[in-house]
T-cell receptor, first 116, second 111 residues
Framework: NAGVMQNPRHLVRRRGQEARLRCSPM?????VYWYRQLPEEGLKFMVY????????ESGMPKERFSAEFPKEGPSILRIQQVVRGDSAAYFC??????????????FGQGTRLTVV | ELKVEQNPLFLSMQEGKNYTIYCNYS?????LYWYRQDPGKSLESLFV???NGAVKQEGRLMASLDTKARLSTLHITAAVHDLSATYFC???????????WGAGTKLIIKP
């Protein structure tokens, strides 16, 4: 049973380009959470999705950022017109129920976005 | 607003020594987690603490929770090099799915 798969692991974008980060949850998990980790900081919640629904996007910047979790395929975090401040590690977690943490949630290895 | 503070943020210690990492949080939360992160890697769940006075131990690591003081500690006994990593504590909000994270403690254990 593969864990949470994120790709790419590393992504370099020039200012103004678009970044697409993918997250395939663990088999049987229908809840996906995205977190952002700035250098030397803890993770910050961005968005919580279930299949085809955004449940809570209170941590997402209002502009340029969007997320989806379609019926088929991975969850996508999309950042349009990237700026240097978007450089961070983006982690995805999945769980079988609406709880994150402990043994019920599993994190992917993250996508490290660098904006040059 | 729920905030989580860890200290120290950086710790360098010798093998064989004992030390404690502290995690304070600002408002009531009944679920606290400790995670480990190796450089460039994902987050590994270590402990989940659910109630006041809870204590959990795994190898050389022991975590405890005092909900009245809003304080959790992660104690390292007789440290070994393999424990070098960044350790995070995190707590849940009332909504029970957002995790609020501390800034992490970068632990370096020298042989």
């Amino acid at each position: 049973n593969a864990g949470v798969m994120q790709n790419p692991r590393h992504l370099v974008r020039r200012r103004g380009q678009e970044a697409r980060l993918r997250c395939s949850p663990m088999k049987g998990h229908s809840h996906v959470y995205w977190y952002r980790q700035l250098p030397e900081e803890g993770l910050k919640f961005m968005v919580y999705l279930q299949k085809e629904n955004i449940i809570d996007e209170s941590g997402m910047p209002k502009e340029r950022f969007s997320a989806e979790f379609p019926k088929e395929g991975p969850s996508i975090l999309r950042i349009q017109q990237v700026v240097r401040g978007d450089s961070a590690a983006y982690f995805c977690a999945s769980s079988p129920r609406a709880k994150v943490g402990g043994t019920e949630a599993f994190f992917g290895q993250g996508t490290r976005l660098t904006v040059v | 607003e729920l905030k989580v503070e860890q200290n120290p943020l950086f710790l360098s210690m010798q093998e064989g020594k004992n030390y404690t990492i502290y995690c304070n949080y600002s408002t009531t939360s009944d679920r606290l987690y400790w995670y480990r992160q190796d450089p460039g890697k994902s987050l590994e769940s270590l402990f989940v603490l659910l109630s006041n006075g809870a204590v959990k131990q795994e190898g050389r690591l022991m975590a405890s929770l005092d909900t009245k003081a809003r304080l959790s500690t992660l104690h390292i006994t007789a440290a070994v090099h393999d424990l070098s990593a960044t350790y995070f504590c995190a707590v849940t909000t009332d909504s029970n799915y957002q995790l609020i994270w501390g800034a992490g403690t970068k632990l370096i254990i020298k042989p």
